[in-house]
């Protein structure tokens, strides 16, 4: 397949592509942050785990000119991927605020409600604006949740992740401005400008999980 002819497409791409790598690289820090595999650690590698392949699979989806319904394959799969990783986010909160039993019984319940979100997502054109409150509802509530827990010096790290989710909703609302584009050495609409700045609160992210213990 070729690939495509869209400056921003390319750097849409390339931006994703980093994005995935510096969540491996964050899973990889958290391991070794905290050796020995603590179930903490073992749940928050999951969502960097499904971002680093939905940001791969997106660095695919818009580098590369696909035939029509492979292509909506490959967003049907990338979607599904961020969306688990939304749902093992909010058991990651869960955990963090009411603690490693509370986290064991939430997950189930996380899980089954980021796989109903994509299926009602899916199943009714127009309706993706549900997976977009979802996003935000689980942002929202680890905005409040972190920055209490900083606030409290409840968790070690706990402020430097409430940094993290902030980054994570400004880009939210930077990806919706369809109309932002910047020209530096390449050119970047709003989904490379998305994932630059999603990137830098995902260090912000690792190095709060990270410092949790």
Same mark, same amino acid.
């Given at each position: 397949m070729p690939l495509s002819d869209s400056p921003t497409e390319r750097s849409t791409a390339a931006t994703d592509l980093l994005l995935s790598i510096v969540a491996l690289s964050g899973l990889l820090y958290l391991h070794a942050a905290q050796p020995g595999g603590a179930w903490r650690i073992q749940l928050w590698s999951w969502p960097l785990g499904l971002i680093a392949g939905? !940001? @791969?699979? @997106? !660095?695919l989806y818009h580098g590369l000119v696909w035939? $029509? @319904?492979? $292509?909506? !394959?490959?967003?049907? !799969?990338?979607?599904?991927l961020l969306g688990m990783a939304l749902a093992l986010f909010g058991a990651g909160l869960t955990l963090d605020l009411f603690g490693p039993e509370a986290g064991r019984r939430s997950l189930p319940l996380w899980l089954a409600t980021g796989a109903l979100v994509f299926l009602v997502s899916r199943r009714w054109n127009g309706l993706f604006r549900v997976f977009i409150v979802f996003e935000g509802v689980v942002l929202a509530a680890a905005l409040v949740g972190y920055t209490a827990l900083a606030a409290a010096s409840a968790l070690s790290g706990a402020g430097w992740i409430a940094a993290g989710v902030l980054l994570s909703g400004i880009a939210a609302a930077l990806q919706a401005c369809n109309g932002l584009r910047f020209k530096w050495i390449w050119e970047f609409d709003h989904n490379g400008i998305f994932h630059l700045v999603q990137t830098a609160g995902l260090v912000l992210l690792c190095k709060g999980i990270a410092g949790g213990g």
């Open positions: 939905s !940001a @791969g699979l @997106g !660095a035939p $029509r @319904g492979l $292509r909506n !394959a490959v967003w049907q !799969a990338l979607t599904f």
